[in-house]
């Protein structure tokens, strides 16, 4: 069962990076900007695959059930925690720029005169 799991996130990996960089064109980005984007999912979920070649070489619990209950060795824990949040900020990212930079701000200020 570990070494599905091992299979299974590096190989899967390309299908978000591949829908992240089609967003990010439909987002109307620049290639420059886009590419950013798809190397930091690339960097967490490089972080994902290496999290459970770790757990499995350690011969560790590596389970959905196991995840849920941050039954992980520290880290690869750590691992899990920082390519989650590298994968979800870009993509993140791809969604809130069709906004346009510093939309927040502007919907909050408004203009004397």
């Known amino acids: 069962a570990l070494l599905k ?3 299974f996130v590096p190989l899967h990996s390309t299908e978000p ?4 960089s089609w967003a990010s064109v439909r987002a109307g980005r620049s290639e420059r900007q886009s ?3 798809v ?3 690339a960097a967490g979920l490089a972080l994902l ?3 459970s070649t770790w757990q499995v ?3 560790g619990k590596l389970s959905l059930p196991g995840l849920a209950r941050l039954d992980l060795e520290p880290p690869a824990a750590l691992m899990v925690v920082a ?16 906004l ?6 502007a919907t909050t200020s408004r203009k004397k005169g």
């Open 49 to 51: 695959t290496l999290a």
């Open 57 to 59: 070489a350690r011969a």
């Open 100 to 105: 346009g930079p510093g939309m927040a701000l």
């Open 35 to 37: 590419l950013r984007s």
């Open 83 to 98: 390519g989650t949040l590298a994968v979800l900020l870009a993509f993140g990212e791809v969604a809130l720029a069709p």
């Open 5 to 7: 799991i091992l299979h």
């Open 17 to 20: 990076l591949l829908l992240l």
């Open 39 to 41: 190397h930091h999912a």
